[in-house]
């Protein structure tokens, strides 16, 4: 199931985005508490607001495919409340040269298992939280180039 998609150019070199997409995708969500387990993942704490409440949730992220500087593929394993509320989730960004001064970001998030309360509580905020993170990721990459 499709959670988000997002594509956007940035006026910068292939190469460049690809340093600055390495260096923001562990900003890419309002995660708190991060840990380094390994090279390529962490573990985290998301805090997801629904109204009144915050919904504390254990995230995992782990960059399973990196093909410099084309390609991106993140997993991202969410549990809360004991493990009655479970998401993993698979980012992938492409990034694609319009010239040498432009790039093509393509970005998309898939969920790839989806518990049960999520898919029939939850859903609507996961999108929410995935089309900020898109929004967040193109003015960062904007400011920064």
């Known amino acids: 199931m499709v959670i988000a998609e997002k594509q956007f150019i940035i006026n910068s070199s292939q190469q460049r985005i690809w340093e600055l997409l390495l260096k ?23 805090r997801v607001k629904m109204g009144f409440i915050s919904l504390p949730m254990d995230v995992d992220v782990e960059i399973v495919k990196a093909s410099p500087p084309e390609l991106l593929v993140t997993i991202l394993n969410s549990r809360g409340m004991g493990g009655l509320i479970n998401l993993k989730q698979k980012a992938t960004f492409k990034l694609i040269p319009k010239d040498e001064d432009k ?43």
């Open 24 to 46: 923001s995708v562990l900003r890419f969500m309002p995660f708190e508490r991060m840990r380094p387990t390994s090279e390529k993942s962490v573990q985290a704490l998301l």
């Open 103 to 145: 790039t093509t970001v393509d970005c998309k998030i898939v969920a790839e298992e989806i518990g049960i309360i999520v898919r029939m509580f939850l859903l609507w905020r996961v999108r929410a939280i995935a089309w900020d993170s898109f929004q967040g990721l193109e003015e960062r990459l904007n400011k920064w180039v």
